[in-house]
């Protein structure tokens, strides 16, 4: 029996992946790459917009960390590809993006199990499947999800401009990590108080894209654009993507703001500007972010854009496994459910494909609980809410610790051990047949 999957990112190649492993034939479904939606131009799967960071690789003192390892621990393709496209950034799992989606491209197309078809899919199957198109989906499609989900929900997502090294100043700016971790792996880049009050001033009154829409409440805090931080007041950025606080050059000099610049591929050619999500025109981009003093020259490889994110109101519609509460044989996964971020989106993919793997074979799933953030953020899309939003990996949204365990640190431990082994357990269980 075959299963189809539409949409080739992150949640839909994990999806095909896992499936596939098990021997089930697929169908994946991609427009790539006769075509592209607006936010995409690669013509490999699993692109990444926005960043080239998964965020923190800390098991133990960081949910996206914990996140990370409890998918490993399920064979995810996501993780194997990221550290096969690994680049230095510290604490954080930084991939060279192009390398990236190469290599989930190249296990989707090389397994026998799966047939890649490019072409659109405008309505959703009502046999096996899995709906992974993402936050761009395309306008057919999405009318028709709409359709069946009673609606769709929406929000604006950024992405960070990129530039290239020869074009940064270095002598106006020193390498290292915060608290000094990850040795070179960050270009800081510091302003004095003067400098940083005349760039927040240019920033807050700079030309935007699209202004009226961002005056709603409809931007995701995890992506807010760093113009619309900056609005909230003179010293927002001072403690976001411009704190100072860990941060000292060779001479232990402290300064009032830094930016820090992240390495965007292996080579180390170009660099990402670390948090600067942005709606700026591309003119005003290049103007107010050349007042940093370290990028006064830059050469902008790509500049910040901002992109409509659509999802669909999963606890109305979505079972915790993931599957439609209308038909149990189709299940949606990735952004589209209303998880956030890269990890979560890939992590959706794996859950929704064992799920369907389960019930395919006759069985119930068992679905993870929330003593695992994998379990957490099942439960969030499928949780009663009166104003459901896009949730990120978090330790706030794990079942609280048994015992009180007024250390932080030591809390966050915990949590994570106990959630890794919820997940080796749930392993333990699947069956594969």
């Known amino acids: 029996m075959k299963v189809k999957i539409i949409g080739a990112g992150l949640a839909g190649c994990e999806a095909?992946?896992?499936?596939?492993?098990?021997?089930?034939?697929?169908?994946?479904?991609?427009?790539?790459?006769?075509?592209?939606?607006?936010?995409?131009?690669?013509?490999?799967?699993?692109?990444?917009?926005?960043?080239?960071s998964l965020k923190s690789n800390d098991v133990y003192g960081n949910a996206c960390g914990l996140l990370k390892e409890e998918m490993r621990i399920l064979g995810s393709l996501t993780m194997a590809a990221a550290e096969a496209a690994r680049v230095p950034a510290g604490g954080a799992l930084a991939v060279e993006r192009k390398a990236f989606a190469a290599y989930i491209t190249e296990a989707i197309k090389n397994d026998?199990?799966?047939?890649?078809?490019?072409?659109?899919?405008?309505?959703?199957?009502?046999?096996?499947s899995v709906v992974a198109t993402g936050p761009l989906t395309t306008d057919a499609l999405s009318q028709n999800i709409q359709g069946i989900c009673g609606g769709g929900l929406h929000f604006y997502d950024a992405s960070a401009p990129i530039i290239s090294r020869d074009s940064i100043d270095f002598g106006k700016c020193f390498y290292g990590d915060r608290y000094g971790k990850g040795g070179d792996d960050y270009v800081n880049c510091p302003l004095n108080k003067e400098e940083y009050e005349r760039f927040v001033a240019e920033l807050v009154s700079?030309?935007?894209?699209?202004?009226?829409?961002?005056?709603?409440?409809?931007?995701?805090?995890?992506?807010?654009?760093?113009?619309?931080?900056?609005?909230?007041?003179?010293?927002s950025l001072r403690f976001a993507m411009l704190k100072p606080v860990g941060l000292t050059d060779a001479d232990g000099n402290k300064f009032y703001a830094v930016l820090q610049l992240r390495k965007e591929n292996a080579s180390g050619t170009a660099y990402n500007l670390v948090g600067f999500q942005t709606n700026l025109k591309w003119g005003e981009q290049k103007r107010v972010f050349s007042m940093i003093p370290a990028l006064a020259n830059a050469e902008f490889l790509r500049y910040g854009v901002m992109h409509r994110n659509t999802f669909i109101n999963s606890p109305t519609c979505l079972n915790a496994d993931f599957s439609l509460k209308s038909n149990g044989k189709v299940f949606f996964a990735g952004q589209?459910?209303?998880?956030?971020?890269?990890?979560?989106?890939?992590?959706?993919?794996?859950?929704?494909?064992?799920?369907?793997?389960?019930?395919?074979?006759?069985?119930?799933?068992?679905?993870?609980?929330?003593?695992?953030?994998?379990g957490a953020l099942s439960a969030h899309i499928a949780g009663a809410t009166e104003n459901f939003q896009p949730m990120n990996a978090n330790f706030g949204i794990l079942r609280p610790a048994e015992k009180r365990i007024r250390d932080k640190k030591q809390r966050y431990a915990y949590l994570a051990e106990r959630a890794l082994q919820t997940v080796k357990q749930y392993k333990e269980n699947l069956q594969t047949i």
């Open 16 to 52: 095909a992946y896992t499936l596939a492993q098990r021997g089930v034939e697929v169908e994946l479904y991609d427009i790539k790459p006769k075509s592209f939606t607006p936010a995409h131009s690669d013509e490999n799967f699993g692109e990444l917009v926005c960043s080239n």
């Open 112 to 128: 026998s199990n799966v047939k890649v078809i490019c072409e659109e899919v405008t309505a959703v199957p009502d046999g096996w």
């Open 206 to 235: 700079a030309e935007r894209v699209i202004l009226h829409d961002f005056e709603k409440r409809e931007i995701f805090e995890g992506c807010m654009p760093v113009e619309v931080l900056a609005s909230r007041g003179v010293d």
């Open 336 to 374: 589209i459910t209303g998880v956030e971020g890269y990890v979560e989106s890939a992590a959706s993919g794996i859950l929704a494909a064992l799920n369907l793997y389960e019930k395919l074979n006759g069985r119930t799933p068992n679905i993870l609980d929330d003593t695992c953030v994998l």
